[in-house]
């Protein structure tokens, strides 16, 4: 009796079989898009290092990013929660 783990994995024992060229598959995509993923962090480390040689702050321009990623009521709800901590440790 096989598990449901062991019928749902693919024979990838023989070199020849269609498994072993779709695993191969995966893994050359795979290094691909992390080349390029390196290359896209190089570029953005460029933009960044740019940004600070024009006298922009790189912290600022870093949270104005994160920030950027949430929507409004997400944001609110973190300022607020930081404007009630910063109350509570008497920094406002």
């Not at 598959?25 to 290359?39: D, M, P, V, W």
């Amino acid at each position: 009796m096989s598990t449901k783990t062991e019928s749902q994995q693919p024979d990838v024992s023989s070199s020849e079989g269609v498994a072993a060229d779709e695993l191969r598959a995966f893994i050359e995509r795979i290094e691909r898009l992390e080349e390029e993923k390196s290359g896209i962090a190089g570029d953005i480390k460029e933009v960044f290092s740019e940004a600070k040689g024009r006298g922009f702050d790189v912290t600022a321009l870093r949270t104005i990013l994160r920030l950027r990623k949430k929507d409004h009521s997400e944001r609110q709800e973190e300022e607020a929660i930081l404007e009630l901590y910063m109350q509570a440790i008497g920094m406002a």
